[in-house]
């Protein structure tokens, strides 16, 4: 058998459609080391049938996407096209696989797989990740989509590998979708790995790891302990790509991991990737003890959010000594009605407040999940869900607006009340970060403005490490930089730092910061997505002010 060539690409997590040039639409992903293109390519190359490489387009120009994602978003797909076909002039590929997670990168997605297409027509082209929900449209949508991957992909690459080019054979395949004879065929059976120990590590040594290390200042790593979440959130889409069996890795075999992780890469901090890390506490406390017992610990987050009725005083413990840096606790609202009747969540609101005093007790730092704007919520009851947050006292929190996702039953509910916003076939066009349904009480304006009113009051201005002692202020002070940094027009994150300079007694730095504040605020689209904000009664805005008022601007 002929091996093929196979490039697999990391898509930039890039929102590159902007709704009315508003800045607090624009979305864009950290950047953390990929683990489904590195469990994949891991997958090819130990069969052994296949040959294979990465090209991690969002980690080789990074700060220039950050940088340019608002002004220029088409600057930057221009430059990935060049990036990608200087790659596949090398490396001569036979098959081109796009990896993109998030439904927003739909747009960049289309530009780079029709571009490869018209640019390399003998070269077939697979996609995987978002369009899991959607995969008859995205199909329709992207001329040049060859197969597109459904659910995970570990079982399925290799046997459409070892039969490419042959469309009939792909029938026998679950969880594709593929043309045959300019018809969409679509397995949407999920073609699961049910036992998660026989994939084997990922291939974190075929990314540019220096880069990684330069931009994030760290060896920071991805793990995943478990798959899968047996929980039926009405909001929720992981079970379209994962099922709904919660499948646990052997705890031998994820501290072996650990292990390669700390002799071959030199790991100095860990994300936790599972779709539900605590769901079994048992062997959330195994893998815990064992970094502790090891001296593997490093610090490490869990960013999926734990489920708030799992967390107990021993997991908390555990988390603190083996070196968690912050807990996340997937709260999702604040009202007992949104949490029964909307949302079919289970969430003790006493026992949150609990175990997030138990945090500030020892020290543990908390951020907080929640969705606003789900179908029939009221505007008192989003009120419930941001005075919760700050009851929590958290150092940050995420307010999502609701996204109905075909296949859920969110998506059900807002076609049967006719809260979508679009027709309810137009899901590629929905985004993250902006409201993509409405009620008779709510438009999706007020939705927008109610989120980040939120997001500016807990998470910025009113934030509780401001009010705080002089730890508390550098690890705010590292926070609204980090944030800055990734999104360089936040001038509420700019002016804190301002604030917080002024605070520790460096004078000179501060005026930097508030000199360039003002600065940025002449943008007129910047303005209007901040200024406002400038005008609250705060510590920080009214120092701000005051500092305007006195003329040290000049």
């Known amino acids: ?30 950047l953390t080391i990929p683990l489904g293109i590195t469990y994949l390519s891991s997958v090819i190359r130990n069969q052994n049938h296949h040959d294979v490489q990465i090209l991690d387009l969002y980690a080789e120009y990074y700060e220039l996407y950050i940088s340019d994602c608002v002004s220029d978003p088409f600057k930057l797909i221009t430059l990935s096209k060049k990036i990608l076909s200087n790659t596949i002039l090398q490396y001569r590929p036979d098959v081109v696989g796009f990896s993109a997670p998030f439904l927003f990168q739909h747009n960049f997605v289309k530009e780079l797989i029709n571009f490869t297409k018209e640019s390399f027509p003998l070269v077939r082209i697979y996609l995987g990740g978002y369009p899991t929900i959607v995969p008859k449209i995205v199909m329709k949508d992207i001329d040049g989509l060859d197969v597109l991957f459904i659910g995970e992909a570990e079982k399925t690459i290799t046997r459409v590998l070892d039969i490419e080019g042959s469309d009939s054979r792909y029938a026998n395949i679950n969880g594709i979708s593929y043309r045959d004879n300019n018809n969409i065929i679509i397995n949407k059976s999920l073609n699961l790995t049910y036992d998660i120990n026989d994939i084997p590590y990922p291939s974190f040594d075929m990314l540019p790891l220096d880069k990684y290390k330069k931009i994030l200042g760290s060896n920071a790593f991805p793990i995943m302990t478990s798959r899968s979440c047996p929980f039926t959130c009405n909001f929720c ?24 992780l700390h002799k071959k890469y030199n790991i100095d901090s ?29 610090p490490w987050c869990d960013s999926s959010g734990f489920h708030v009725n799992s967390i107990d005083e021993e997991i908390l413990d555990l988390c603190k000594a083996s070196g968690c840096s912050e807990v996340i606790f997937a709260v999702e609202s604040g009202c007992r009605r949104v949490l029964k009747d909307i949302m079919n969540k289970n969430v003790n609101l006493e026992h949150a407040l609990k175990m997030a005093k138990y945090c500030h007790e020892i020290g543990l730092p908390i951020q907080c999940y929640f969705v606003i704007g789900n179908p029939g919520e009221t505007q008192e009851e989003i009120k419930m869900t941001v005075d919760f947050a700050r009851e929590m006292q958290v150092d940050s929190c995420t307010f999502s607006i609701a996204t109905p996702f075909p296949g859920t039953k ?4 807002a076609v049967e009340k006719g809260y979508l916003i679009h027709n309810p076939d137009f899901i590629i066009g929905l985004k993250y970060m902006e409201a993509n349904l409405e009620t008779d009480q709510l438009s999706s304006d007020d939705l927008k403005d109610i989120q980040y009113d939120a997001n500016m009051r807990v998470n910025f201005l009113e934030n509780r490490l401001l009010f ?4 508390a202020l550098e690890r705010a002070l590292e926070k609204y930089i980090r944030i800055f940094k990734q999104y360089n027009f936040h001038v509420i994150a700019l002016l804190i730092q301002g604030y917080i300079y002024a605070k520790l007694g460096n004078g000179g730095e501060s005026v930097n910061k508030f000199t360039h504040v003002k600065q940025l605020l002449k943008d007129k689209d910047i303005d209007r997505a901040y200024g406002k904000y400038i005008q609250w009664d705060t510590p920080a805005t009214n120092y701000y002010r005051q500092w305007l008022h006195n003329g040290k601007s000049t």
């Open 1 to 30: 058998m002929r091996k093929n060539k196979i490039l697999l690409v990391r898509v930039p997590e890039i929102e590159t459609s902007i709704r009315k040039n508003d800045f607090r639409s624009v979305g864009i992903g950290s």
């Open 468 to 471: 705080g002692d002089t730890q």
């Open 270 to 298: 860990l994300f936790i990737r599972d779709d539900n890390f605590i769901v079994n506490k048992e062997h959330v406390k195994q893998f815990l003890r064992n970094l502790i017992k090891y001296n593997m610990t490093v």
């Open 237 to 260: 889409s992981s079970f379209l790509y994962s099922g709904r069996g919660l499948r646990l890795r052997k705890i031998d075999n994820i501290t072996k991991e650990m292990e390669v």
């Open 410 to 413: 969110y998506y059900d509910l």
